[in-house]
């Protein structure tokens, strides 16, 4: 367990030594704040790190010696985060000062909301990846970390291979070089990186020391953020690129010349929208119109509007160039894996269903565009992943109480707000049915700074009695206590952990204890056909060698099911009774063959297993699952044609 943490604390410090050295490249030495440019730095060099573990993998060069050669090669960029590091520290001992001087209520909720942060990375230690991270996510970089190469996904989720790999490949380096709990610790910097730039972004709307203590607590009580801090998805990483993103469009262009705040942006940006596609509607447009309004604001009265309209031009052709620039890793593995750079939007695989979701039909749909902004905190719709924090409703009344801005089309916070406001406007518009706070978390939760600056101006104007003040702090401390649900069993678990009591399928989904079974009986070179979703628990070979289209399209000849399945070489069927019933039931009612002895070895309410073993007299197989290139298994015919 401690290995996992030293591992997870080694990788994230490699992260911020390349990120320093790129930031320093980039901005030379920055007047920023220092604890926002060190969460930049952070996040920059994960994201260029990713970059770098993508071209390794699609060259075969994603092995232990190299990928550890290569973080400690970032990590030679630390020096260059020694400045920032130093003073961040100097600031947390007087702002712990600070806090220590008010109300004890205040200093209740201060330790609330860090206990509950700590408790989310004992969390993402303990806890096994489950849902879509069984499924894609985690199963996924197991493949290329076993294999030491990237190809697409076997399986059903092979055409969704396309999509960026933000944090995949994260997962995979750090199960190469340790194991899976290291790779999902690895999100919680990720997440404690994506709060400090949102801190950072309500500090530049005026929010002082309440306001932000407010703010943590409705981001930590989130659980469309902290959900994804522990379950294994990689929704965080695009979030907190995001926020970087909008960080440095706000960060005046004075104190950094040469547009550099706004390149960065830009590359923040990009690295966002290709963690996460559905950034390209719901937040590339709000930094642009963000951009163009800041520009807009520092220049007014000092230029003319031809000069004004040249220079709002000119940054935004600076962000998406940069914008352009993080997107050439994801153009070129495409490139390399599916002959399309732009896939999935252009070329690529002919599936592309999951780009054009529906969710639910329109009467549904237009109750859930009725409910806005109730749906995003109360609402419990399939698939959506999490709330906003019910502090975000409980206190937006406060909004009210708010003073004007003496020019409101200049105040940060009015800019902030209104474009979050606006890429919430545009999924409801283009993406009606999907009720999801994950896709465009950045954007969302860029909402929360007016609600916090309005619960800390409530604070500072109230005379006694002071029920207002009661009731914020009570309000926070019943999300903290609900937000806490997600953290008891973990905590259990690391107990028995230390004393030598853990069970590695304890806090796991249902697939884990069969497929740890199945695991035992499988021989290397064995086939598993797995009808489902959820594959992580199976071994490795196992994953790498599962069923592919051409498997699919053989059992759709006029075969018999189980003669088709041992021609295509599987001695295992797995059926996931909850998400393919069909393929279940077919292989109840398929009639064995004389020479194929057919049992059912395993069966649990959510799983079927049947064990097919060829008797004498059975036909020559057609597909068998070889190690022709150690240490990768891959289907390969008799043929020699994959």
């Known amino acids: 367990m401690m290995s996992s943490v030293v591992l997870a604390l080694t990788y994230s410090a490699a992260s911020l030594g390349l990120g320093a050295a790129a930031l320093r490249a980039l901005l030379g030495r920055s007047a920023a704040a220092a604890l926002p440019t060190l969460a930049t730095e952070f996040l920059l060099g994960q994201a260029l790190l990713g970059a770098a573990l993508t071209m390794l993998a699609l060259l075969s060069w994603f092995n232990r010696p190299v990928v550890a050669a290569l973080v400690l090669l970032c990590a030679a960029g630390l020096p260059f985060a020694a400045s920032q590091l130093k003073e961040c520290f100097h600031s947390a001992r007087s702002e712990v000062g600070a806090q220590l001087r008010e109300p004890a209520s205040l200093q209740i909720v201060a330790c609330a909301s860090i206990v509950l942060a700590l408790a989310f990375a004992v969390a993402a230690l303990v806890r096994p990846p489950i849902g879509d991270a069984e499924a894609f996510y985690f199963a996924y970089p197991k493949i290329i970390a076993a294999a030491e190469h990237l190809a697409p996904m076997?399986?059903?989720?092979?055409?969704?291979?396309?999509?960026?790999?933000?944090?995949?490949?994260?997962?995979?380096?750090?199960?190469?070089?340790?194991?899976?709990?290291?790779?999902?610790?690895?999100?919680?910097?990720?997440?404690?990186?994506?709060?400090?730039?949102?801190?950072?972004?309500?500090?530049?709307?005026?929010?002082?020391?309440?306001?932000?203590?407010?703010?943590?607590?409705?981001?930590?009580?989130?659980?469309?953020?902290?959900?994804?801090?522990?379950?294994?998805?990689?929704?965080?990483?695009?979030?907190?690129?995001?926020?970087?993103?909008?960080?440095?469009?706000?960060?005046?262009?004075?104190?950094?010349?040469?547009?550099?705040?706004?390149?960065?942006?830009g590359l923040m940006a990009g690295f966002a929208a290709v963690a996460k596609f559905s950034y390209i509607v719901a937040f590339l447009p709000p930094a642009m119109v963000l951009i163009?309004?800041?520009?807009?604001?520092?220049?007014?009265?000092?230029?003319?509007?031809?000069?004004?309209?040249?220079?709002?031009?000119?940054?935004?052709?600076?962000?998406g160039i940069w914008a352009a620039l993080a997107w050439a890793p994801q153009l070129l593995k495409n490139a390399a894996l599916f002959g399309a750079p732009l896939a999935p939007f252009i070329g690529g695989?002919?599936?592309?269903?999951?780009?054009?979701?529906?969710?639910?039909?329109?009467?549904?749909?237009?109750?859930i565009l009725l409910t806005y902004p109730i749906a995003l905190v109360f609402g419990r719709y399939p698939m959506q992943g999490g709330n906003?924090?019910?502090?975000?409703?409980?206190?937006?009344?406060?909004?009210?109480?708010?003073?004007?801005?003496?020019?409101?089309?200049?105040?940060?916070?009015?800019?902030?707000?209104?474009?979050?406001?606006?890429?919430?406007?545009l999924w409801m518009l283009l993406r009606p049915s999907i009720i999801a706070p994950r896709y465009l978390l950045a954007t969302v939760l860029l909402t929360f700074p007016l609600i916090a600056l309005a619960a800390e101006h409530a604070w500072e104007m109230e005379q006694k009695p002071r029920l207002l003040r009661a009731a914020i702090i009570v309000c926070i401390l019943a999300a903290v206590a609900a937000?806490?649900?997600?953290?008891?069993?973990?905590?259990?678990?690391?107990?028995?952990?230390?004393?030598?009591?853990?069970?590695?399928?304890?806090?796991?989904?249902?697939?884990?204890a069969p497929f740890l079974q199945l695991n035992t009986r499988a021989e290397p070179g064995d086939r598993a056909f797995l009808a489902g979703y959820y594959g992580y628990w199976l071994r490795a070979d196992l994953l790498q060698c599962?069923?592919?289209?051409?498997?699919?399209?053989?059992?759709?000849?006029?075969?018999?099911?189980?003669?088709?399945l041992h021609r295509r070489g599987f001695r295992f069927v797995i059926a996931d009774k909850t998400t393919h019933p069909k393929a279940a039931e077919a292989m109840r009612r398929a009639v064995a063959p004389p020479w194929l002895a057919v049992h059912r070895s395993l069966e649990t309410p959510e799983l079927v297993i049947w064990e097919l073993t060829p008797l004498k007299g059975s036909p020559r197989r057609e597909a068998a699952c070889v190690q022709s290139n150690p240490p990768r298994w891959s289907v390969t015919t008799f043929d020699g044609k994959p």
């Open 154 to 265: 076997p399986g059903l989720y092979a055409n969704f291979s396309t999509i960026g790999l933000a944090g995949e490949l994260h997962f995979a380096a750090l199960m190469l070089l340790g194991n899976a709990a290291a790779a999902k610790l690895f999100v919680w910097p990720v997440a404690i990186a994506g709060a400090v730039m949102l801190l950072a972004i309500g500090a530049r709307c005026g929010l002082r020391r309440k306001g932000q203590l407010f703010l943590l607590a409705m981001l930590m009580t989130s659980s469309t953020f902290t959900h994804y801090i522990w379950d294994g998805k990689v929704d965080l990483f695009a979030a907190a690129m995001g926020l970087s993103a909008v960080y440095w469009i706000l960060e005046p262009s004075r104190q950094i010349p040469n547009a550099a705040p706004i390149k960065l942006a």
């Open 349 to 367: 695989p002919q599936e592309k269903n999951w780009l054009q979701q529906i969710w639910f039909a329109e009467d549904m749909t237009r109750r």
């Open 292 to 319: 163009a309004w800041r520009t807009l604001a520092e220049m007014r009265d000092k230029n003319s509007g031809r000069a004004m309209v040249a220079m709002v031009a000119a940054r935004l052709v600076a962000f």
């Open 388 to 425: 906003l924090s019910f502090l975000a409703l409980a206190l937006l009344p406060l909004a009210l109480l708010l003073p004007r801005p003496r020019v409101p089309q200049a105040s940060l916070l009015v800019q902030v707000t209104i474009i979050a406001l606006l890429g919430l406007g």
């Open 483 to 512: 937000a806490s649900y997600h953290v008891v069993s973990p905590l259990r678990i690391l107990i028995t952990e230390f004393t030598g009591d853990g069970n590695r399928c304890a806090l796991a989904s249902a697939y884990c």
């Open 546 to 564: 599962r069923d592919i289209s051409e498997d699919n399209l053989a059992l759709r000849e006029n075969y018999p099911i189980l003669e088709k």
